[in-house]
């Protein structure tokens, strides 16, 4: 059942004009995409309340240093149909259905409805509001009146400081005459950025002493190290490290991102290595595998293979980018 709509959410991807990776694993974000400069990290579940705060947190932690956009897909919350046409929202993470994802992505057509505690509720565009009222010379009052509201909830309207109800913003867009309802951007690239304990090391969640240690031997190497849970890979390296504010989104925008990963040589590895290589060429990164033991494949599809012990003779990131770079125009490709 879940097979079907992760296979219908591609098809609206592609029918969009995105490129799609890969399926990811079942506990991280389900696959990435992107049109043009959109990129979007989408998870793909039956039902929207069955995602955890921290596998949410995670998929925004990458789509943070990624500069992507994360997304939620299903059909229900609890025993409820999600409705069409409508945005619900998941620790802070949009939410919709199959329908409104193509008429979003493929008919172009915005959604205005968004779902909350209580009920369904719109945007008002405040500036376009207040001139359309001073226009038919109408006080706050006067519209209030006509609402049975108080003057300070029109206020609040116009000020952009408060949503209301669908009912109430058609009868607001009768008594001015004009389209006042906003719609709503869906996909916008997250920039929350992940608390301060994340982004210094990054190191909190780390899966093993392992993994801790070769993250950490990277660090040292001059590679800025963010690990990221619930992934197909254990973090994100930079190249260089940009000062904070930077660019846009600050450290997250070096001239090189990576994403890393870390086990040992398993078949578990191998499938790690080719999603890793299918999401570096949606997300426009590089990909690399640090292998505990021994690898006799220098490169899986896009991913480079990197053996432990090769690491611990690197000693600077350019060192650490020509092996890459060398790496990758291997033969020796799995």
Do not use: W
């Not at 079907?4 to 990811?24: H, M, N, P």
């Amino acid at each position: 059942m879940k097979d079907d709509l992760i296979a219908q959410v591609r098809e609206i991807l592609k029918d969009a004009g995105f490129i799609v990776s890969r399926r990811c694993e079942r506990r991280s974000f389900s696959l990435a995409a992107r049109r043009n400069e959109i990129t979007l990290l989408a998870k793909i579940m039956r039902n929207i309340d069955g995602i955890s705060e921290n596998v949410a947190d995670s998929i925004k932690r990458a789509a943070f240093y990624l500069l992507a956009s994360p997304l939620l897909i299903g059909e229900r919350k609890g025993t409820s149909f999600l409705e069409d046409d409508v945005v619900y929202h998941r620790y802070g993470i949009p939410a919709l259905n199959t329908h409104t994802l193509y008429e979003y992505l493929v008919e172009g057509v915005d959604p205005y409805v968004y779902s909350a505690t209580g009920g369904m509720y719109v945007n008002i565009k405040g500036e376009a509001m207040k001139e359309a009222r001073e226009q038919k010379e109408l006080s706050l009052g006067d519209i209030a009146s006509g609402l049975g509201l108080s003057r300070r909830s029109i206020s609040k309207y116009e000020g952009g400081e408060m949503s209301t109800t669908i009912s109430i913003a058609l009868k607001l867009e009768e008594i001015l005459d004009t389209a006042l309802i906003e719609h709503l951007e869906v996909l916008k690239t997250e920039l929350e950025e992940p608390s301060p304990e994340i982004l210094q090391g990054g190191m909190r969640e780390a899966a093993s002493d392992m993994e801790m240690l070769i993250l950490n031997m990277m660090e040292e190497i001059g590679l800025k190290i963010v690990t990221i849970d619930h992934a197909p890979f254990n973090a994100v390296s930079f190249i260089d490290q940009p000062s904070k504010g930077q660019g846009q989104g600050g450290g997250r925008s070096g001239s090189g991102k990576i994403l890393t990963g870390v086990n040992e040589y398993t078949d578990r590895m191998i499938e790690r290595a080719r999603i890793m290589s299918s999401l570096s060429q949606v997300t426009r990164t590089k990909s690399v595998f640090v292998v505990i033991g021994k690898t006799r494949y220098m490169q899986i599809e896009n991913t480079v293979l990197i053996e432990k012990d090769e690491l611990e003779q690197i000693r600077d990131p350019e060192e650490f980018v020509t092996i890459m770079e060398e790496r990758a125009k291997s033969c020796c490709k799995r």
